[in-house]
T-cell receptor
Framework: QKEVEQDPGPLSVPEGAIVSLNCTYS??????FMWYRQYSRKGPELLMY????GNKEDGRFTAQVDKSSKYISLFIRDSQPSDSATYLC?????????????FGTGTRLQVTL | SAVISQKPSRDICQRGTSLTIQCQVD?????MFWYRQQPGQSLTLIAT?????????ESGFVIDKFPISRPNLTFSTLTVSNMSPEDSSIYLC?????????????FGPGTRLTVL
């Protein structure tokens, strides 16, 4: 079993829709949770960074962490065609192994006009 | 904002040869890493590039196959040695900028390698 599971998609939604992207994980030591956006033929771009459980909002993006369920989500409101990309979740543990990120395989999102 | 560059952006190589990939950052960084991204798979950490000392490799990756240098704070190289088609992948460097948490990693644009 992979440490981080992420549905690869593709996920196709109409412009303006609310998008929900999710990851589950098995390692209870993970404390830091990130979402990256990767456009085709580009490097991953850090979108959201959260620590422990709770919500964090940044513009149209909301990251949610539920450590009790080992489940994280990224919500995109009012989705735009420019949001079409692959979204990668990543997570890491505490002191000592804090720098090693464990990634999901990514979910490909297509926002259509 | 800081710029992370990688050279080359892409290459096609023959099996048995080696390729050196460069990563250059225009700001102070505390940590540099090398990852591999294979089709349909998650990004996998190859090693942590340590300034002035040997890199720290993850399980499954060895120095003879992936020698890494980091002569100063803002520059690192990854060599893919004695390549085979299984090495075809995207190779990415990532950095942690000074003053930020170790988990906040920013990625370069990647090097797309095809081995024939």
């Amino acid at each position: 079993q992979k440490e981080v599971e992420q549905d690869p998609g593709p996920l196709s939604v109409p412009e303006g829709a609310i998008v929900s992207l999710n990851c589950t994980y098995s390692n209870s030591a993970f404390q830091y949770f990130m979402w990256y956006r990767q456009y085709s033929r580009k490097g991953p771009e850090l979108l959201m960074y959260t620590y422990s459980s709770g919500n964090k909002e940044d513009g149209r993006f909301t990251a949610q962490v539920d450590k009790s369920s080992k489940y994280i989500s990224l919500f995109i409101r009012d989705s735009q065609p420019s949001d079409s990309a692959t979204y990668l979740c990543a997570m890491s543990g505490g002191t000592g192994t804090a720098s090693k990120l464990t990634f999901g395989t990514g979910t490909r999102l297509q926002v259509t006009l | 904002s800081a710029v992370i560059s990688q050279k080359p952006s892409r290459d096609i190589c023959q099996r048995g040869t080696s390729l050196t990939i460069q990563c250059q950052v225009d700001s102070q960084v505390t940590m540099m890493f090398w990852y591999r991204q294979q089709p349909g798979q998650s990004l996998t950490l190859i090693a942590t590039a340590n300034q002035g000392s040997e890199a720290t490799y993850e399980s499954g990756f060895v120095i003879d196959k992936f020698p890494i240098s980091r002569p100063n704070l803002t520059f690192s190289t990854l060599t893919v040695s004695n390549m085979s088609p299984e090495d075809s992948s995207i190779y990415l460097c990532s950095v942690v900028f000074a003053g930020q948490g170790a988990d906040t990693q920013y990625f370069g644009p990647g090097t797309r390698l095809t081995v024939l």
